[in-house]
């Protein structure tokens, strides 16, 4: 599904330096390179506050932690996305309350948030899916009027570019009370091990998540909250800055493999190609293609024998998996989350796709649905 060797390749003497340096400073845990790359990345994203982590999960619980809920307080949440989002809710004792998506963006559906509000709601998680934008000035304007926190998880969705109903843009991840991101190696920014981040504009939220993931201190030694311990390490920021130049260039190229695959596979029977908002520049974190009418698991088996990989971007909802039997979710009717399990498959698609294999991977769909 992507080729991190051959994007090393390209990055290969840059790289290898930076690594040697951090290596031979034996500065390991925290250091310049994390410092510099935290500067870069809010410049990058016109975020006042960046704070790095160890992975992109710890990033959604230390926001969660450092937003003071309560176990019993409800976070709406989709049902349709990676296991990380919704599994911390449940991690701190928090209830997640499942809405369901669009059928267009994959995104959560913003007309069905507010039914889903009670007293005890105290934040609503996004999630960016596939690397394109959830409407975020109605979601914030439903925070604002009910007094409810939101954290982005851009974690698919780094790069991506909102346009907000003035006209105005925003990095997703900025919008929200907290944005948090990974750096999981094949994200659009990813490292060479695990890595995340969480963003924010308010200053005194950014001392407490900060606090939150360095075990609740700002003094050493001195405890002020329960914290945990989640660090992002040299090496990997070292890695991070240097691939953080070309984070336009690697969107543009994700971008341009969408457009082939947009261009030829629209003219197949039974393909949807992905929506693009208007508002949302997507970065195609995955290529998910709908189908209608073609059976799923004998085109991925055509794929496969192939030697063309594809993936199914989630097969089962929150809402159904054993996880959260707890909460009485499973028949909880979200009808487009269902529909969209049934029917969602994502082909290959980096920043060092050949045009030869695009044309492969076509004329191996084709080839399927035209038999
Ligand atoms: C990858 C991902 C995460 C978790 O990131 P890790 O670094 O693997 O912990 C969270 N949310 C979404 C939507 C993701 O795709």
């Known amino acids: 599904m992507v080729d991190l060797k051959s994007q090393y390749k390209k990055i290969k003497t840059e790289v290898d330096a930076a690594i040697l340096q951090v290596i031979d400073a034996a500065q390991f845990i925290g250091g310049p390179e994390v410092n510099s790359f935290q500067q870069e990345l809010e410049a990058y994203l016109g975020a006042k506050h960046v704070i790095p982590c160890a992975n992109g999960t710890d990033a959604l619980q230390i926001a969660m932690m ?42 959560i559906d913003v007309s069905k948030i507010e039914a889903a509000i009670t007293p005890k709601t105290k934040l609503i998680v996004p999630v960016h899916l596939y690397g394109q934008s959830a409407d975020m000035d109605p979601i914030m304007e439903i925070a604002k009027k009910h007094n409810l926190f939101v954290v982005e998880d851009n974690a698919q969705a780094i790069g991506c570019d909102y346009t907000h109903r003035d006209g105005t843009k925003s990095k997703t991840g900025t919008i929200g009370t907290i944005g948090t991101t990974s750096f999981f190696p094949s994200k659009n920014l990813g490292c060479y091990g695990d890595g995340g981040a969480m963003f924010t504009n308010d200053s005194e939220l950014a001392v407490i998540l900060k606090q939150v993931a360095n075990h609740g201190q700002t003094i050493k030694y001195h405890h002020e909250r329960v914290g945990c311990n989640s660090r992002l390490d040299n090496l990997q920021a070292a890695v991070l800055r240097i691939k953080l130049r070309s984070l336009d260039d690697y969107c543009n190229a994700r971008r341009k493999v969408a457009d082939f695959y947009d261009e030829n596979l629209s003219k197949l029977k039974g393909i949807t190609v992905p929506y693009r908002a208007e508002n949302s520049r997507h970065v195609f974190h995955q290529y998910t293609m709908l189908l209608d009418g073609i059976d799923r698991d004998k085109l991925a088996e055509h794929l496969a024998s192939k030697n063309i990989p594809s993936m199914i971007y989630y097969p089962i909802p929150a809402h159904k998996q054993k996880m959260f039997a707890a909460f009485n979710c499973e028949s909880q009717d979200l009808p487009v989350t269902d529909w969209l399990t049934g029917r969602v498959l994502s082909l290959p698609i980096h920043t060092e796709m050949e045009q030869e294999q695009l044309d492969y991977i076509y004329s191996a769909i084709k080839e399927f649905i035209e038999a």
Do not use: Q
Not at 71 to 88: L, N, Q
């Open 66 to 107: 450092a937003l003071g809920l309560k176990p019993g307080d409800e976070v709406i949440t989709p049902s349709f996305t990676y296991v990380a989002t919704t599994e911390v809710i449940a991690l701190l004792g928090l209830t997640p309350v499942f809405v369901d998506v669009d059928p267009k963006t994959f995104c």
